[in-house]
C-alpha cells in the first residue's frame, strides 16, 4: 500500500469538483473518482432530466449508478494523508503583494498567520500546528504575521528585544541590562505596555472629550449655517415684498400726481373753452356790425344814414364780457419740480438706507452669527474695529474706492462687472474708481518732427488728507514728464491717462520716514524718455494697468 501511495501525487488524488482531497472516494462507470458527497450533489441537480454525466468526460449514464464507497482508494487516501499529503490550499491562501510568506512553505510560498519571536520566522496555518500542539513550542511567543522580525531582536546579542529601558526609552535585551544600561529603570515589555495604555487611555479619554466637544461645535455651526439661510431667505422675500409695496406705492402716487395734473388741465381748459365761446361771439357780432356801417357808408339817404348811425355805433354792453389778463407761458413747471425734488429725496434717503442696510449685513455676516475659539488672552474683535469688502464679507484685497465713496476688492469689483454691469454694487451709481491723488494739472504738448506727445504733470506741496499714510502733515509735490508715441494708439493710451489724472488714479503720496512724506507715482507705468515709450508691450502694459482700475 506504501508503494502505491509512492506512485500517486496530490492531483490524482484530488475531486475535480471541490478541489479537495477525496472524501469518501467513489468511482463511476466511465472510471473517474469524486467525493461521494460531490458526485449526488451534482447528479441530485439533474433529476428532472433523468440524465446523469460525468463533470469531466461528460460521459451519460441512464438510469441513475448507484454509487459505492471505492476501499481501496479510500485506504488509499488515508495512507497518503499519514504520510504527510495535503490537500492543496485555495488560491487566496498563498502570499500576495503586502503578505508575510511562510518560512517553511517551498515553492509557492502559503500567507502566514502568525510569527514566533522565538523562533524568528513566520508560519501559514499548516506550519503553525506544531506550536499549538507541541509542549516543546507552548512557551513561544507569537503575535500576529509580521515582516522584519529582526527589528526585534537586539543588534548586539541576537536576543529577543524583551525589556524596555525607561531611561533611554528604547527596547534591549536581558543582556543589555547587565552591560551598557546597568542601573537603568528598566521593566518588560508588557509592564511598559500596561503603563503605555493607561497613559493612552488618559490621551485617548481626552481626544474623546475633545471629539465630543467639536462634534457639538460642528452641530452647532451646522444649525448657525441653517438659521443663517433661513434668516436670509426669510430677509430676500421680505425685502421683495416691502419693495414691491413700495413700488406700488410710488405707482399710486404716480397716478395720483397725474390725476391731478389732468383735473387741474381739464378745469383751466373748460374755462378758457367757455371765454373762447364768448369771444368768438362778440368779434362775429363786431364783423356784422363793421360789415352794416360799411355799406351804411356808402348809402345817398340822409335821414337813412342818422336814423342808423344811433343803433350801429352803440357797441356790446360792456358787462357782456369780462376783462381776463391770459398768461402766454403757463405750463406745470412748478409741479415738474416739486416732482423732481420728491425724487433726489428718496434718493437721498435710499443712499442713506442701503449703506446702514449694508453695514448691517457685514455686522451679521462677520460677527453676528459665528465666533471664533479664543484663547483667554486674545480680544473680541466687532464689527466696528474691522472694514470688511462689503462683497467678500473679508478684509479689502486690492482695495479701490470708487467716486460713490463705497469700497471693494478689485477681484470682487471686477466679478461684480462682469455680472451686473458698470456700476456700484451697493448704490447702483454708474462705476467710477477714484485714487487718493492730490490737486494738480496735466498738459500735453505734441512734437510733430520727433511724433511724440509730451504730457507734464504738477503738482504743489500741500497737506496730507485722511486718504494718505500721514494726515495733517505736509507732503512735497513733483513736477515730471512723460512720454507717448504720436500714433493712434498712443492718442487712445493718452485718452486714458486724461481719464484717470482727472480720477486721481496717476499719483499718490507716499511716506519717507524721515523727511517730508512726497508724491510719486502710482502703479501706472509711464516712460520718463521718448525711447522708453517705444519699448515692445509699453502701451499694452500702460493699457492693462488702467484696465485694473476700470479705465478702459
Not at 531 to 540: E, I, M, V, W, Y
Request: aromatic content about 6%; hydrophobic content about 35%.
Amino acid at each position: 500500500m506504501a508503494q502505491a501511495a509512492g506512485l500517486l501525487d496530490q492531483d490524482q488524488l484530488s475531486c475535480s469538483i471541490c478541489l479537495d482531497i477525496l472524501k469518501d472516494p467513489v468511482t463511476i462507470p466511465c472510471g473517474h473518482n469524486y467525493c461521494m458527497g460531490c458526485i449526488k450533489g451534482c447528479w441530485d441537480q439533474g433529476d428532472h432530466t433523468g440524465v446523469y454525466s460525468c463533470p469531466q468526460c461528460r460521459e451519460t449514464f441512464t438510469p441513475r449508478p448507484v454509487l459505492k464507497k471505492n476501499t481501496l482508494l479510500d485506504e488509499v487516501v488515508k495512507k497518503m494523508k499519514k504520510t504527510g499529503l495535503q490537500a492543496a490550499p485555495p488560491a487566496h491562501y498563498y502570499a500576495g503583494p503586502g503578505d508575510v510568506e511562510c518560512d517553511v512553505c517551498t515553492g509557492r510560498k502559503c500567507k502566514a498567520v502568525k510569527s514566533c519571536l522565538v523562533c524568528l520566522a513566520s508560519y501559514c496555518e499548516t506550519h503553525l500546528q506544531p506550536h499549538y500542539e507541541s509542549p516543546a513550542f507552548k512557551k513561544h511567543n507569537l503575535v500576529k504575521a509580521t515582516e522584519n522580525l529582526q527589528e526585534k531582536i537586539c543588534s548586539c546579542h541576537d536576543k529577543a528585544l524583551e525589556i524596555y529601558c525607561r531611561t533611554d526609552q528604547q527596547f534591549i535585551c536581558y543582556l543589555c541590562t547587565i552591560e551598557d544600561h546597568r542601573g537603568h529603570d528598566t521593566a518588560s515589555v508588557a509592564t511598559a505596555r500596561t503603563e503605555k495604555q493607561k497613559q493612552l487611555g488618559v490621551t485617548q479619554s481626552k481626544f474623546q472629550w475633545r471629539i465630543q466637544e467639536r462634534e457639538k461645535e460642528l452641530q452647532d455651526l451646522r444649525q448657525a449655517v441653517q438659521s443663517l439661510k433661513r434668516s436670509a431667505q426669510a430677509a430676500v422675500e421680505d425685502s421683495e415684498r416691502i419693495f414691491t409695496e413700495l413700488i406700488c406705492s410710488i405707482k399710486r402716487r404716480c397716478s395720483e400726481v397725474k390725476e391731478l395734473i389732468r383735473n387741474q388741465e381739464k378745469a383751466e381748459v373748460s374755462r378758457a373753452e367757455g371765454h373762447l365761446e364768448r369771444l368768438e361771439q362778440e368779434i362775429s357780432e363786431l364783423r356784422r356790425r363793421d360789415i352794416e356801417l360799411e355799406q351804411l357808408s356808402h348809402t345817398e339817404d340822409h335821414i337813412h344814414f342818422l336814423q342808423s348811425t344811433q343803433s350801429l355805433c352803440v357797441p356790446p354792453g360792456p358787462g357782456d364780457l369780462p376783462s381776463i389778463t391770459i398768461n402766454p407761458h403757463i405750463s406745470f413747471e412748478a409741479v415738474r419740480k416739486c416732482v423732481s425734488e420728491l425724487k433726489q429725496r428718496l434718493e437721498d434717503v435710499c443712499k442713506g438706507e442701503m449703506s446702514k442696510i449694508s453695514k448691517a449685513c457685514r455686522a451679521m455676516g462677520i460677527y453676528g452669527c459665528f465666533t471664533e475659539t479664543r484663547e483667554p488672552s486674545e480680544t473680541r474683535v466687532t464689527a466696528a474695529d474691522v472694514e470688511a469688502c462689503p462683497l467678500c464679507m473679508k478684509p479689502w484685497q486690492n482695495k479701490l474706492r470708487l467716486i460713490c465713496t463705497h469700497a471693494f476688492c478689485a477681484a470682487c469689483l471686477r466679478d461684480s462687472v462682469s455680472r451686473v454691469g458698470r456700476q456700484c454694487p451697493v448704490c447702483l451709481k454708474a462705476l467710477a474708481v477714484v485714487g487718493d491723488q492730490p490737486q494738480g494739472q496735466m498738459t500735453v504738448k505734441n512734437d510733430l518732427v520727433k511724433n511724440f506727445s509730451c504730457i507734464s504733470y504738477n503738482i504743489p506741496n500741500g497737506i496730507q488728507t485722511e486718504a494718505h499714510p500721514n494726515p495733517g502733515k505736509p507732503f512735497t509735490g513733483i513736477q515730471t514728464h512723460a512720454w507717448l508715441p504720436k500714433s493712434r494708439e498712443g492718442e487712445e493710451v493718452l485718452k486714458l491717462l486724461r481719464r484717470a489724472f482727472d480720477q486721481k488714479l496717476v499719483f499718490t503720496v507716499a511716506a519717507t520716514g524721515g523727511a517730508a512724506d512726497r508724491v510719486v507715482y502710482a502703479d501706472i507705468p509711464h516712460a520718463a524718455l521718448p525711447l522708453g515709450c517705444l519699448q515692445p508691450d509699453f502701451l499694452n502694459k500702460v493699457k492693462a494697468a488702467l484696465s485694473a482700475k476700470f479705465i478702459e
